[in-house]
């Protein structure tokens, strides 16, 4: 079976001495669930799985009690330590405060229980370790698939990559392009929005939150105003609704709004939003053309590569804590720009496009960033950008 690089993380986190819980936080679809059946088939501690997933009325009496089995299993054996797993502990009403207690009583009497919580609403998960499990927990990201994972894995091409995206549960139906596209709609997105958002956050306009979702896919690596969002959705709603929806999608690993990048934190906040999705999958499930028509659509497959470099930007900025924004100036763009440590670096996009551009040695001129770059056409090919780490271009470039 495949193993991520981030399966080594895990397995070093749970190898240490009891220190923190692990918390494994990401999208659906993302295999956080494989990764643990792949840690507990290597380690040798004793281990015990609980999921709250499918649990009916689930409360806090459920984790005491699971928690106090593992440790009466604990003292039985004689073993030095034990680990346990809880999947989807956000499901689960006052789940922190709980933990917490337990957590604080097994340090206080020297159990040596090592836990794991596995979560797919980063929004939710967020809060309850925040308000309560502040400085017990560490957190382990895990993002949408890259296309070297997809290809490793599944042995895709690059526009196998650029189309279906990195969700690896739905890559033996892509030979059946209508299976694929309802899979990825009915188990991916509907799940994600019915389950992890509605179910686990408030939301007073679901239709809206819905349509915002459905537009932002449609406009993926295109810049578009709230204010024109809003004259073209059904339902009515304010901006500050709409901005905080779009937050949710974002914590939610599904689509982002990405800022403009300005020096000025008020130019940045009042910036128009660039939608990107963080899964292109989730563009092309709604796409009315199949794989093989698209990719004689030069323009439409232009806006699909450049959307794939904007997912794999962000998915790497998850991982490695840098910002993506974009910039404009006078009719002049940049398509990203990635910015860590009040360092800049800029990415143009080019797919079948020649000249130069303008917006570049602009951006260049005004904003002196570490270096730029273009991905494509005269540029890094798109395989080879892909295929590498976002942070090796803070190296790479220019001092």
Same mark, same amino acid.
């Given at each position: 079976?495949?193993?991520?690089?981030?399966? *080594?993380?895990?397995?070093? +986190?749970?190898?240490?001495?009891?220190?923190?819980?692990?918390?494994?936080?990401?999208?659906?679809?993302?295999?956080?669930?494989?990764?643990?059946?792949?840690?507990?088939?290597?380690?040798? @501690?004793?281990?015990?799985?609980?999921?709250?997933? &499918?649990?009916?009325?689930?409360?806090?009496?459920?984790?005491?009690?699971?928690?106090?089995?593992?440790?009466?299993?604990?003292?039985?054996?004689?073993?030095?330590?034990?680990?346990?797993? $809880?999947?989807?502990?956000?499901?689960?009403?006052? =789940?922190?405060?709980?933990?917490?207690?337990?957590?604080?009583?097994?340090?206080?009497?020297?159990?040596? @229980?090592?836990? $794991?919580?596995?979560?797919?609403?980063?929004?939710?998960?967020?809060?309850?370790?925040?308000?309560?499990?502040?400085?017990?927990?560490?957190?382990?990201?895990?993002?949408? =698939?890259?296309?070297?994972?997809?290809?490793?894995?599944?042995?895709?091409?690059?526009?196998?990559?650029?189309?279906?995206? #990195?969700?690896?549960?739905?890559?033996?139906?892509?030979?059946?392009?209508?299976?694929?596209? &309802?899979?990825? +709609?009915? !188990?991916?997105?509907?799940?994600?929005?019915?389950?992890?958002? /509605?179910?686990?956050?408030?939301?007073?306009?679901?239709?809206?939150?819905?349509?915002?979702?459905?537009?932002?896919?449609?406009?993926?690596? *295109?810049?578009?105003?709230?204010?024109?969002? *809003?004259?073209? /959705?059904?339902?009515?709603?304010?901006?500050?609704?709409?901005?905080?929806?779009?937050?949710? /999608?974002?914590?939610?690993?599904?689509?982002?709004?990405?800022?403009?990048?300005?020096?000025?934190?008020?130019?940045? +906040?009042? !910036?128009?939003?660039?939608?990107?999705?963080?899964?292109?999958?989730?563009?092309?499930?709604?796409?009315?053309?199949?794989?093989?028509?698209?990719?004689?659509?030069?323009?439409?497959?232009?806006?699909?590569?450049?959307? %794939?470099?904007? %997912?794999? /930007?962000?998915?790497? #900025?998850?991982?490695?804590?840098?910002?993506?924004?974009? =910039?404009?100036?006078? #009719?002049?763009?940049?398509?990203?720009?990635?910015?860590? &440590?009040?360092? %800049?670096?800029? $990415?143009?996009?080019?797919?079948?496009?020649?000249?130069?551009?303008?917006?570049?040695?602009?951006?260049?001129?005004?904003?002196?960033?570490? #270096?730029?770059?273009?991905?494509?056409?005269?540029?890094?090919?798109?395989?080879?950008?892909?295929?590498?780490?976002?942070?090796?271009?803070?190296? $790479?470039?220019?001092?």
């Amino acid at each position: 079976m495949f193993q991520r690089d981030i399966l *080594q993380q895990i397995i070093e +986190r749970v190898s240490e001495p009891r220190r923190f819980i692990q918390v494994l936080v990401g999208p659906r679809q993302t295999g956080k669930t494989t990764l643990i059946k792949q840690l507990l088939f290597q380690t040798a @501690i004793p281990h015990f799985f609980i999921t709250a997933d &499918d649990l009916y009325a689930a409360d806090t009496t459920w984790i005491r009690r699971e928690w106090a089995n593992v440790r009466i299993r604990l003292n039985q054996s004689g073993d030095k330590s034990a680990l346990l797993i $809880i999947d989807e502990v956000q499901k689960v009403p006052n =789940w922190s405060e709980t933990i917490k207690k337990e957590w604080d009583a097994d340090s206080f009497f020297n159990t040596n @229980i090592k836990v $794991i919580l596995l979560g797919s609403s980063r929004l939710l998960l967020q809060k309850g370790l925040t308000e309560s499990l502040a400085g017990r927990f560490e957190l382990i990201n895990v993002t949408h =698939w890259s296309f070297n994972e997809m290809r490793d894995a599944f042995g895709w091409n690059l526009n196998q990559y650029i189309y279906y995206g #990195g969700y690896p549960g739905s890559a033996p139906l892509i030979s059946d392009e209508k299976r694929w596209k &309802d899979y990825v +709609r009915a !188990s991916i997105v509907e799940s994600s929005i019915s389950k992890d958002i /509605l179910m686990m956050t408030r939301i007073d306009k679901p239709a809206l939150l819905k349509r915002l979702f459905d537009i932002g896919c449609a406009f993926s690596s *295109q810049i578009l105003s709230l204010s024109k969002v *809003q004259g073209e /959705l059904q339902e009515s709603g304010n901006l500050t609704t709409l901005s905080n929806y779009l937050n949710v /999608l974002r914590e939610a690993g599904l689509l982002s709004g990405l800022e403009k990048y300005a020096a000025n934190i008020i130019r940045q +906040r009042s !910036s128009k939003p660039k939608f990107q999705i963080h899964n292109n999958a989730l563009l092309a499930c709604s796409h009315p053309h199949s794989f093989t028509k698209l990719q004689t659509e030069h323009d439409v497959w232009g806006r699909f590569a450049e959307s %794939a470099v904007g %997912a794999h /930007l962000i998915n790497f #900025g998850i991982k490695h804590h840098y910002r993506v924004c974009y =910039w404009n100036e006078g #009719g002049y763009e940049v398509d990203y720009v990635i910015e860590k &440590d009040h360092e %800049a670096v800029g $990415i143009e996009v080019k797919s079948g496009k020649e000249g130069t551009n303008k917006g570049l040695a602009l951006f260049q001129k005004q904003c002196s960033p570490r #270096g730029v770059f273009v991905v494509g056409t005269n540029g890094i090919p798109f395989e080879e950008f892909l295929s590498m780490n976002p942070m090796d271009l803070f190296g $790479i470039a220019d001092p």
